[in-house]
């Protein structure tokens, strides 16, 4: 089995792990889901509901007070009101909420959720009681009345030509990096320079750079095979840079015997295991502050630094769109709108009237 089946196994076994603990009738609404969202959707669908309940039964409401979650029934499901769900979109903003830790044992941590954040609840529960609406089985549906979080403009953070050259530097000579973890960049420096100049020179997601796989990469083709979420597979096309990167690396990989269950990774850690998510957001974050110590970079903003220097450079946003993998150029539109501001601003240079322009007098 690979990686990415793993992967979807893996969000199987927690949606059930999940819907064990939901009430009864909820095991139709995921049924249904099944056809039109991955594994990993309804997972996040399943954990937004299961906190929405647990929030309804934690005596925050006098209706549910004292009521055991798996209890709860579709008559239940109809007592819902919309203020209830103001209410637990309040809740969430800032909470205590206890967890598990394999050091620690259990202990409490403060959660917190921004206006995005809330809106994804809020569209999980939408989902939600929109499905029971349209098939008749409650009477009215709350959740549609209750409005959207409004959501501020971030300022997009990228990288600008200087800085992603310093970046690449520090990566590869270790420049500013302390004593110890100069030890360590001694084994890791030819690895982490190809997964920076993967990220700036195709701009794929994180989960699909941990993703790969030594059979995905075509050196002949200068061409990778990627899995976009969805579970979809896409071919992209790689640059010199990119290509040196990988092939200096992958003659490393290949004299390294891999963990069991990992012989397919391209991306190995330095315990022979497939590199995980959270093992490159650390070492982007390692580096970026060494380089860009004002800007807070992640694998997120290394993608927006090689999405905006192929509009700059192709002007082209259906070409940006496709090769960052969304499904609606609206989405790379929203993204770059800015650039297209900037451009609009040169065209006042461009255009020349006289050549001496008066002065005032």
């Not at 990627?226 to 003659?251: C, I, M, W």
């Amino acid at each position: 089995m690979d990686y990415h089946e793993q992967k979807q196994q893996d969000y199987t076994q927690r949606l059930r792990a999940i819907l064990l603990e939901l009430p009864e009738f909820c095991r139709m609404y995921f049924r249904a889901a099944e056809t039109t969202t991955g594994n990993q959707t309804r997972y996040g669908y399943a954990v937004d509901i299961r906190n929405f309940f647990r929030y309804l039964v934690s005596g925050e409401i006098e209706a549910f007070a004292g009521r055991d979650m798996k209890s709860l029934t579709l008559s239940d499901l109809n007592r819902v009101e919309t203020l209830h769900i103001e209410m637990y979109l309040e809740y969430v903003s800032v909470y205590r909420q206890e967890t598990e830790t394999e050091q620690n044992g259990a202990m409490e941590v403060v959660r917190t959720n921004h206006e995005r954040a809330k809106a994804r609840k809020l569209s999980a529960i939408r989902a939600f009681f929109k499905y029971y609406f349209k098939h008749g089985l409650i009477d009215n549906n709350v959740a549609s009345l209750v409005d959207t979080p409004k959501l501020h403009e971030k300022a997009i953070i990228r990288l600008d030509v200087n800085e992603v050259a310093d970046l690449l530097d520090t990566v590869e000579q270790g420049y500013g990096l302390s004593e110890t973890q100069k030890r360590f960049h001694d084994r890791t420096a030819v690895r982490d320079a190809a997964i920076l100049t993967l990220f700036l020179g195709t701009g794929i997601r994180i989960s699909e750079l941990v993703g790969i796989n030594l059979k995905d990469v075509d050196f002949e083709r200068d061409q990778f095979v990627v899995t976009r979420k969805g579970g979809n597979q896409d071919r992209l096309s790689f640059g010199p840079e990119v290509r040196e990167a990988l092939l200096r690396y992958r003659a490393e990989r290949l004299e390294v015997t891999p963990a069991e269950g990992h012989k397919d990774a391209f991306f190995l850690s330095l315990q022979r295991k497939r590199i995980t998510t959270r093992a490159v957001e650390q070492l982007v974050g390692k580096y970026a502050k060494i380089s860009t110590p004002l800007k807070k970079i992640t694998p997120h903003k290394l993608r927006s630094t090689y999405g905006t220097i192929l509009y700059q450079e192709s002007g082209d946003i259906y070409l940006v769109a496709d090769v960052l993998g969304h499904k609606d150029v609206n989405t790379t539109r929203k993204h770059y709108a800015a650039i297209d501001e900037d451009r609009k601003r040169t065209a006042a240079r461009y255009v020349k009237l006289r050549d001496d322009p008066p002065t005032d007098q």
